[in-house]
């Protein structure tokens, strides 16, 4: 139960921080998602499953702030979390360069397939701010890994099955 009470303020937390704080450090326009962040280093992390969940919760979190098409967050959060839970099958967790690469990787499979998703709604948006977002989230997910990672270590976060009572 703690874990989950963890993942939800950690994500309410951090949707507030992309929505409030995150929009004063942008480059040029550009600025990352925090949340999108954590969720696929999370979910490379600990599995497809634990991201799938995450990510469904997190997507219906960003789609309370995306007027356009309710669900679209959440439909491609569970994509990409997928693709992140299969990408941290073969990997060794402890190093970051794979978490790092594959979340610049996701962010911008994401933002593809938000975009058309939105085009086949006749809705426009620019295109050019997919390739410029995922390297901001890519240089951020690089300070992002270690301490993700070492939260996902701690004894509340472990899932730990037993047929016996202790």
């Known amino acids: 139960m703690k874990k ?7 994500c309410v937390f951090l949707l507030v921080v992309d929505n409030t704080l995150v929009p004063f450090f942008a480059l040029r326009g ?8 954590f969720v696929i ?8 499953w634990e991201g799938i969940w995450l990510g469904a919760f997190s997507g219906l979190l960003q ?19 997928t693709a992140a839970g299969f990408i941290g099958i ?16 996701l962010c911008f499979v994401k933002g593809v397939l938000v975009f058309s998703l ?12 997919i390739l410029y977002n995922s390297i901001y989230s890519m240089f951020i997910s ?3 890994y270690r301490p993700i990672y070492k939260l996902c270590q701690k004894e509340f976060m472990q899932r730990k099955w037993s047929f016996y009572d202790k």
């Open 90 to 105: 073969g990997i060794f967790k402890e190093k970051g360069l794979i978490p790092v690469v594959s979340s610049f990787v």
């Open 30 to 37: 550009y600025y990352p998602s925090l949340l999108l962040v």
């Open 142 to 144: 690089v300070f992002a």
């Open 63 to 81: 789609d309370i702030y995306f007027f356009n098409g309710f669900g679209i967050n959440a439909f491609t959060n569970i994509l990409i979390c």
């Open 41 to 48: 280093l999370y979910s490379v992390i600990n599995g497809m």
């Open 118 to 129: 939105l085009y086949l709604l006749k809705v426009y948006a620019p295109f050019s701010h």
């Open 4 to 10: 989950i009470f963890t993942l939800f303020l950690l």
